[in-house]
C-alpha cells in the first residue's frame, strides 16, 4: 500500500469502514427497537410545541452575499497552496509574491466595498 | 507507445465505474423533481467527477473540486433555492415547455465535444504518472505561463461579488 494508487486505496477502504459502521449503527438500531408509530410520534418535535404551517420559508436576499463571500473565499484559498508552494522556490522570487498580492488586492476591494455598503454588519 | 486495452487495468475499471455514476446522477439532476434533490444528485455528480480526477492523478484539481464544487457552489445553489418563493417537495409544473429543445441542445453539444476530443486525441496515450497534478506543478505553470488568467480572475471574481452585493442591496439604487 505504498504510492500514489496505492495511498488512495487506503483512503477508500478507510471511508468503507467509515460508511459501515455509520449504516451498520443505524442498522442495528433499526432492528433492535421497538417500532409502533403513531400520527402524534410523527410529527416533528419542536419544545413540545405542535408545528404549525410548513417547514418551508423564504430567506433574505442579503444572505447570498455571506455565501457568495465563501465561494470568493474558496477559490481565494485554492490558490494559494499551489503559490505557497513554489514562491521561494528559485526562478520565481519577487515577482510571484507581487503576482499573489495584486490577486489579493483585488478581492480585497470587494471585501471593502462589502464593509463600505454595510453589508458584514450584523443587524 | 499504447498499451494493449484488454485487459483493463485496475484504474480504468474504477474510472469507468466513476463516470457511470457521474452520468447517472447528471442525468438525476436534470429528471428529478425535486429541485432540493436536483442539488444533492449534482454533489454525487461532482464528487463522482473528483473520483475520476483523482484516478487521473490530477491529485490537486481532484481536491480543489471538493473544496469549491462540492463545498462551496452546491451550497450557492441550495441558497439560490432558499431565495426563491417556490414550494420545496414534489412539483409537477418543474418541467419547462423547451425541454425537447434543451435535450437536443445538450445532444448537440455532447456530440461537438466528444467528436472534438476523439478527433484530437485518437489513440494518444500519456502515462499517468503520479506528482504531475501536485499543488506544485500547478503551481509552476500557473506563476510562470498563466500569470494573465490568474489575474484576470480576481478581476472576475471582484466584479461578481460587487454585482451580489448591488442586487441583495435594496438601498442601493441606480441612476435616476
Not at chain 1, 457568495?68 to 494559494?80: H, I, M, P, R, S
Not at chain 2, 445553489?77 to 412539483?91: D, K
Not at chain 2, 418543474?94 to 484530437?120: F, H, M, P, Q, Y
Request: charged share 10%; net charge neutral; with cysteine.
Amino acid at each position: 500500500m505504498t504510492g500514489y494508487f496505492g495511498s488512495y486505496v487506503v483512503v477508500a477502504v478507510l471511508l468503507g469502514v467509515g460508511v459501515a459502521i455509520f449504516a451498520g449503527g443505524l442498522l442495528a438500531n433499526r432492528l433492535l427497537r421497538p417500532d409502533r408509530p403513531t400520527a402524534e410520534k410523527l410529527t416533528t418535535y419542536e419544545c413540545g410545541v405542535d408545528p404549525v404551517g410548513e417547514g418551508w420559508a423564504q430567506s433574505q436576499i442579503r444572505y447570498y452575499v455571506f455565501t457568495y463571500l465563501y465561494v470568493v473565499f474558496a477559490v481565494d484559498a485554492v490558490f494559494l497552496f499551489p503559490w505557497a508552494t513554489v514562491f521561494a522556490d528559485p526562478g520565481f522570487g519577487l515577482t510571484t509574491l507581487v503576482e499573489m498580492f495584486v490577486f489579493l488586492a483585488f478581492i480585497a476591494l470587494g471585501i471593502l466595498y462589502a464593509w463600505r455598503k454595510r453589508v458584514l454588519t450584523w443587524t | 507507445m499504447t498499451p494493449a486495452l484488454w485487459p483493463p487495468t485496475a484504474q480504468e475499471i474504477v474510472f469507468l465505474l466513476l463516470s457511470v455514476v457521474a452520468v447517472g446522477s447528471a442525468l438525476l439532476v436534470v429528471t428529478t423533481r425535486q429541485l432540493v434533490h436536483a442539488a444533492l444528485w449534482l454533489v454525487a455528480c461532482f464528487g463522482a467527477l473528483a473520483g475520476c480526477y483523482l484516478v487521473l492523478t490530477a491529485e490537486f484539481v481532484a481536491w480543489v473540486q471538493v473544496l469549491i464544487y462540492v463545498g462551496a457552489v452546491v451550497v450557492l445553489m441550495l441558497f439560490g433555492i432558499m431565495l426563491t418563493r417556490a414550494p420545496i417537495g414534489r412539483t409537477a409544473d418543474l418541467d419547462s415547455g423547451n425541454r425537447v429543445v434543451a435535450a437536443l441542445v445538450a445532444l448537440a453539444t455532447a456530440a461537438v465535444l466528444v467528436t472534438v476530443v476523439i478527433d484530437g486525441f485518437r489513440s494518444a496515450y500519456t502515462p499517468l504518472d503520479p506528482g504531475t497534478g501536485s499543488a506544485k506543478s500547478l503551481g509552476g505553470s500557473i506563476f510562470r505561463t498563466w500569470v494573465l488568467p490568474f489575474e484576470a480572475l480576481s478581476i472576475l471574481l471582484l466584479a461578481a461579488l460587487i454585482g451580489a452585493i448591488v442586487i441583495s442591496r435594496t438601498d442601493i439604487k441606480g441612476r435616476e
